[in-house]
């Protein structure tokens, strides 16, 4: 079936590490986001990309990274500058162009840093 | 700021009641709205969408109203179903190359 898949779903973390979350689409869409969301408050966007080899910042970039060397791949590195990564991660992709419309999400990733 | 944002952050629906499910946003040039639905733990899922061309839009047991005169995007959800408790989100499409704007969310909890 067309999805998204990001794993791991639960991700224990050290203080100073860096961590990658994997998302993977084979909905052959070309825009793909990074969301962050904590407990009581909405989604933020951390990092999209509308194009291989391509992306752009989001509200809340600093701290982490991503790549897109593929159109199905959009990792997201949590780095050990974020000052607070405990949190539920979502990846989602739409269809062309981060204007568009309706996202498509993944099961998410949680992220706690002991 | 967030350019959206909700009434009410809980809501609590005696099952089979309707639920009304409120979002005001603050941009005049948005031209697309989605309302999503979160279940805990899971990723967000689309529930229904409606352009500003429009003002009403009616899918299964859901309707999405928008006013655009107040700049006020409700959801209504008829005969409230266990299944239905989750959180919802509104978000809108605000044009550009931006990406969709999500606000903050309302929790539904449905009462047996």
């Known amino acids: 079936d067309g999805g998204i898949t990001q794993s791991p779903k639960y991700l224990f973390r050290k203080e100073g590490q860096n961590v990658t979350l994997s998302c993977e689409q084979n909905?052959?869409?070309?825009?793909m986001y990074w969301y962050r969301q904590d407990p009581g408050q909405g989604l933020r966007l951390i990092y999209y990309?509308?194009?291989?080899?391509?992306?752009q910042k989001g509200d809340i970039a600093e701290g982490y990274s991503v790549s897109r060397e593929k159109k199905e791949s959009f990792p997201l590195t949590v780095t050990s500058a974020q000052k607070n990564p405990t949190a539920f991660y979502l990846c989602?992709?739409?269809?062309?162009?981060?204007?568009?419309?309706?996202?498509?999400f993944g099961e998410g990733s949680r992220l706690t840093v002991l | 700021g967030e350019s959206v944002g909700l009434h009410l952050p809980t809501l609590s629906v005696q099952e089979g009641d309707n639920s009304i499910i409120n979002c005001a946003y603050s941009?005049?040039?948005?031209?697309?709205f989605i309302w999503y639905k979160q279940e805990s733990g899971k990723g967000p899922q689309f529930i229904i969408d409606?352009?500003?061309?429009?003002d009403k839009r009616q899918g299964q047991r859901v309707t999405v109203l928008l006013n655009k005169t107040v700049k006020h995007l409700s959801l209504q959800i008829a005969a409230t179903q266990p299944g239905d408790s989750a959180v919802y989100f509104c978000a809108e499409n605000i044009g550009g190359n931006t990406p969709l704007v999500f606000g903050k969310g309302t929790r539904l909890s449905v009462i047996a």
């Open positions: 909905l052959n869409h070309d825009a």
């Open positions: 409606i352009r500003s061309n429009m």
């Open positions: 990309s509308q194009i291989v080899n391509d992306f």
């Open positions: 941009n005049s040039a948005s031209d697309y």
């Open positions: 989602a992709s739409s269809i062309g162009g981060a204007a568009t419309k309706e996202l498509f």
